[in-house]
């Protein structure tokens, strides 16, 4: 698993510190940004197995990122995680083809298994 | 009081007419369950922030904003209903709480402290502020208050007071131009040192540093010096500054002293030495602000440095070294020192001692200062520490590494008492340890003998391992070892005492939303409740290692799993290193923590409410005692036309008010409305018999009263100096009571009981409440007088007492006076307890007259517990 790449998307600096001490101790490559703009910009230059994307984000937000994802990096499993969660949003992102849905706060072994269960599809 | 209090309710619900039919007590009760429930709403929030915040979780600020508003409102509710409750008794509370708030609203908002203090002592400095204080300040600051770690009596004189001694003797431009310092002409160097040693101290500074000395004075068990510190590591700085400061030490307790060492200290931070690691290290000289920390000097008799992590050897090690008077020696390497090698671990082993050739020590002169003088040659090659002593500094090293999460390198001295101080602790520059350790489980671990499997509840995950002790009553924990494992019939708050040297927790009886279980949380101590048979199982004094994991499994193995503790320690998540989790989590500090623990004693004020936790604990238990006033103030007005009597087969007479759901027996609304009850009343008063008790706490009081041996039948054998006694005693048990101006009266509904008893010359309260949550209930009782004499009565209360502490009771005594406490227990086990309380109620009733020695109270005692209830 060690060469897998995760990038984590979340405006807020918490959300990508703390995914980033805790994947990267599972022996994956983690990047983290703040917006979708630039997460968007680094993903041309690099492939990504996973995104984890906050939701509501300021400028493009994580449906955007997810759409964005979709038509260019088809290969790219993408995770949608929010804290303003309600069902609209998930059935959407499903119907995006989002991996999976979590409501924040998220375990973290649940995102853990979340993500080898979209590395072994 | 009840009047009144009936008075204000109408007012707050109603029309007189509307509260007429109601009983001023029933109104009362329901106001007390609004009260614990918007306190429990409080409480579960407190546990999810724990939870979420705990580091299991990816949590960002929405959620911890969202869940302090809920939190807030919970609250506010709460002292609101309190306040009706208390008839606006505690109103300070608001004040205490507005405070607790706007600290949470400026950790959540990332203000800093809009006024900082220019000095500020070690108990008001929290963690985020270090910028302010300096990260040694913060660190020691954060073992004294959190960890409860012996660290000396100190103030700072902070980074805010700095600016101003700067700016106030025109300093400002000179620093500036350092920016550019190129490090080769020590010429500006010199120059600005000499500026700053001649500088004046700003006169507001001069004040505040004045009055901190006074206050530190007046602290002081004897006339105390003074050591002056530099504090000016930033937070986050992977660099020490070891040694690359000025210390004055032995500095003497008055302002000007140690105002002079205070500008000796800012202008080593322009030394050559200091600007030149600076400039090696990146930082732009002149940028680093300079806290300084006063603290009390400790008459070492002994003092040294540890590494909590052996640098250079086996990293599951640790190393010390001593010597003796003063520790400068040491951490400047002028001299040989004694030198440990300590065995990390549950009980850690001293694996190696070396004695150094300590030629000279350092002391402190009487007027001030400190001299070198040739070490007396009977102490010369002889160790500064004997065994227990470094058993005590590694059992501390221990925790403060465990909580710091990083390897240290800690100051101490041990005083000519042989107290240990803990003067700094820092993090040690060391390799990451890489592990290649598996996340699974070790195998090894299966094949060990089990001795609980899944049996309870987790609170805490973890690996916890030592000896078992078994705890009798709460006051054996005075005798609690450091790392041993609790294991105890309930959970307590009681054990906060022990939380930042417990193992691990384990109990038969208990819930995860109890004060206890925030505090297991809180501290990330190992907990487990409600097993059911701990107390039974494991043996005190036994080994064995305690695992809780993700999944709620839990394990009990006999002996210690070293295998599992090395597991957990590199499963270790890292989270605390990460800053911002560690910035956010810190809003927790003045949530979680509970510091009200004993309501029986005297910090259980609205003073000593330093948390949101505090302020739940405190509107709970006032709560509980108004009810109990107000109960009693009801009994003695008794609104009889209420009352029924109680038919039962054993000689107490007793009346019973339903204000809901406590007997079957009912009357219609048209009877009591229209006074046919009350003309009834009048010519006998209505009786039910135990049958038609449905109040559970009552029913369970009364079947112990009932149970056989429980009274005694035989006539009292009274000495001369009880005569008295008897003589006014006859009417109390067989009579009616219907006659008499005093009742034995409960007040019920079907989770409620308060009863008031009276035999003869003792008084007994009984107050409880025993919903189906664990943590609304309590049983208060209290038990006051007696007929014989003051020894013998006293006996009798020495009797309950030990009784009462066997079932988990709290307890304060006076004289004759007993009150007992216990609270948030399983609705099941508050009823056994009431049972055993009725009985014990019934079976003492007469017995202080069979008290004729000490000896027999714990004969008795022994009898009663072992079920034998022969007088």
């Known amino acids: 698993m060690g060469n897998y790449r995760i990038m984590v998307i979340d405006d807020e600096k918490i959300v990508g510190d703390m995914a980033k001490m805790s994947l990267e101790q599972e022996g994956y490559i983690v990047e983290t940004f703040l917006n979708g703009e630039s997460a968007l910009a680094r993903m041309k230059e690099e492939k990504f197995d996973i995104v984890v994307t906050d939701l509501k984000m300021k400028g493009i937000n994580g449906m955007e990122v997810l759409r964005a994802i979709k038509s260019h990096y088809p290969e790219t499993k993408v995770i949608m ?19 999976d849905f979590f409501p924040k706060p998220v375990r973290i072994n649940e995102l853990k298994a979340s993500i080898k269960r979209a590395l072994n599809k | 009081m009840v009047k009144d209090f009936l008075g204000y309710l109408k007012s707050v619900f109603g029309t007189e007419k509307d509260t007429a039919q109601q009983l001023p007590f029933k109104l009362f009760f329901n106001q007390f369950k609004t009260v614990l429930d918007s306190d429990n709403q409080a409480i579960e929030i407190i546990t999810d922030m724990g939870e979420k915040l705990g580091g299991d979780y990816l949590f960002d600020i929405v959620y911890v904003k969202r869940a302090y508003k809920e939190l807030f409102d919970a609250i506010s509710g709460s002292i609101s209903n309190f306040d009706m409750l208390t008839q606006n008794k505690y109103l300070q509370l608001h004040d205490v709480f507005k405070n607790i708030d706007s600290r949470i609203r400026r950790a959540l908002s990332d203000i800093s402290p809009e006024s900082v203090e220019k000095v500020i002592f070690y108990e008001d400095i929290t963690w985020d502020m270090y910028p302010d204080v300096g990260g040694k300040n913060a660190g020691l600051a954060e073992l004294k208050n959190f960890l409860r770690v012996n660290v000396p009596d100190a103030f700072v004189i902070s980074t805010h007071a700095f600016d101003k001694f700067i700016l106030y003797n025109g300093l ?23 500026s700053i040693i001649n500088a004046r101290i700003p006169p507001d500074l001069d004040i505040a540093i004045n009055a901190a000395v006074e206050k530190l004075r007046a602290r002081c068990e004897e006339d105390c010096f003074v050591a002056v510190r530099s504090s000016a590591e930033e937070e986050d700085s992977e660099f020490s500054f ?17 105002m002079d060492a205070y500008k000796q200290v800012v202008a080593s931070l322009f030394s050559v030495n200091a600007v030149a690691y600076q400039k090696r290290f990146g930082y732009n000289i002149g940028k680093l602000k300079m806290a300084v920390g006063c603290m009390v000097m400790v008459d070492a008799a002994a003092s040294g440095v540890i590494y909590s992590t052996n640098p250079s050897g086996d990293r599951e090690t640790m190393i010390i070294n001593s010597i003796w008077g003063l520790g400068r020696p040491i951490v400047e390497g002028r001299t040989d020192a004694d030198y440990y090698v300590v065995k990390k671990s549950v009980d850690p082993e001293i694996i190696d001692r070396k004695s150094g050739q300590k030629e000279f020590m350092t002391v402190s002169m009487k007027g001030g200062g400190t001299e070198n003088i040739k070490t007396p040659d009977e102490l010369r090659g002889k160790l500064s520490l004997n065994d227990s002593q470094i058993m005590d500094l ?35 520059r060391i390799d990451d340890r890489k592990s290649n350790s598996s996340k699974v489980l070790p195998q090894s671990a299966d094949s060990r003998p089990i001795l609980l499997k899944d049996e309870g509840i987790v609170v805490q995950k973890g690996v916890g391992a030592g000896r078992v002790f078994t705890l009798e009553n709460v006051e054996e924990l005075r005798n609690f070892p450091r790392g041993a494992i609790l294991v105890a019939r309930h959970d307590s708050s009681d054990f906060v005492r022990l939380m930042t040297y417990v ?35 494991l043996k005190h004094g036994q080994k064995i290692t305690l695992n809780a994991d993700d999944e709620g499994n839990i394990t009990v193995y006999d002996g210690i799993v070293q295998e599992l503790i090395e597991h957990t320690e590199t499963n270790y998540t890292g989270m605390e290193d990460v800053y911002e989790y560690r910035k956010k989590r810190y809003v927790l ?277 072992e079920g034998n209830y022969k007088r």
């Open chain 1, 81 to 99: 995680i929010t804290a303003f969660a309600n069902l609209d949003a998930a059935i959407e992102a499903f119907r995006g083809e989002v991996h």
């Open chain 2, 589 to 865: 500090r003045y949530i979680s923590p509970l510091n009200l623990v004993d309501p029986l004693v005297d910090n259980f004020t609205v003073k000593g409410c330093k948390t949101i936790h505090d302020i739940v604990r405190f509107i709970h238990e006032k709560s509980v005692a108004e009810l109990i006033d107000i109960a009693e103030h009801e009994n003695s007005k008794l609104e009889m036309r209420f009352a029924v009597k109680l038919e039962l087969p054993i000689p107490v007479g007793i009346v019973v008010i339903d204000i809901g759901g406590g007997l079957t027996f009912s009357r219609s609304p048209d009877d009591i409305s229209s006074g046919n009850f009350l003309r009834h009343r009048q010519k006998k008063l209505k009786s039910v018999t135990f049958e038609e008790i449905t109040s559970l706490p009552l029913k369970s009081i009364i079947k112990g009263m009932m149970q056989t041996g429980a009274w005694n039948s035989e006539i009292v054998p009274l000495k001369a100096s009880d005569l008295l006694t008897s003589i006014m005693r006859t009417s109390d048990i067989v009579s009616e009571g219907m006659n008499n101006a005093i009742y034995n009266v409960a007040v019920v509904s079907k989770e409620y009981v308060n009863l008031n008893l009276r035999f003869g010359y003792h008084f007994i309260i009984v107050d409880c409440f025993c919903s189906e949550n664990a943590r609304n209930n309590h049983i208060y009782f209290r038990f006051v007088g007696g007929g014989t004499n003051i020894v013998k009565r006293s006996r009798r209360v020495r009797f309950l007492a030990d009784i009462l502490k066997v079932y988990g009771f709290n307890m304060s005594i006076k004289g004759d006076l007993l009150i007992g406490r216990i609270a948030n227990i399983g609705r099941n086990e508050m009823l056994k307890i009431l049972e055993r309380l009725g009985l014990l109620i019934a079976y003492s009733r007469q017995l202080d007259a069979f008290l004729h020695d000490d000896s027999s109270v714990e004969r008795y005692t022994k009898n009663f517990i």
């Open chain 2, 172 to 194: 400002k431009e000179k620093i500036e131009l350092l920016h550019q310092y190129s490090g080769h002409d020590e010429l500006p160097l010199n120059e600005l040192r000499d």
């Open chain 2, 503 to 537: 193992s691990a927790i384990i109990t038969d009886i208990g819930t995860p939303t109890s004060h206890m279980a925030s505090l297991s949380r809180e501290f990330k101590v190992p907990t487990v409740v409600n097993t059911g048979t701990a107390t039974k199982v």
């Open chain 2, 242 to 258: 070891a040694g690359q400061f000025e210390t004055i030490l032995n500095v003497p307790p008055k302002g000007n002293a140690i």
């Open chain 2, 394 to 428: 590694a059992l501390q090293t221990l925790l403060i590494e465990k909580h710091f999460r990083k390897p240290q390198d800690i100051e101490w001295a041990i005083d000519k008492d042989g107290r240990i101080f803990i003067l700094q602790s820092r993090q040690m």
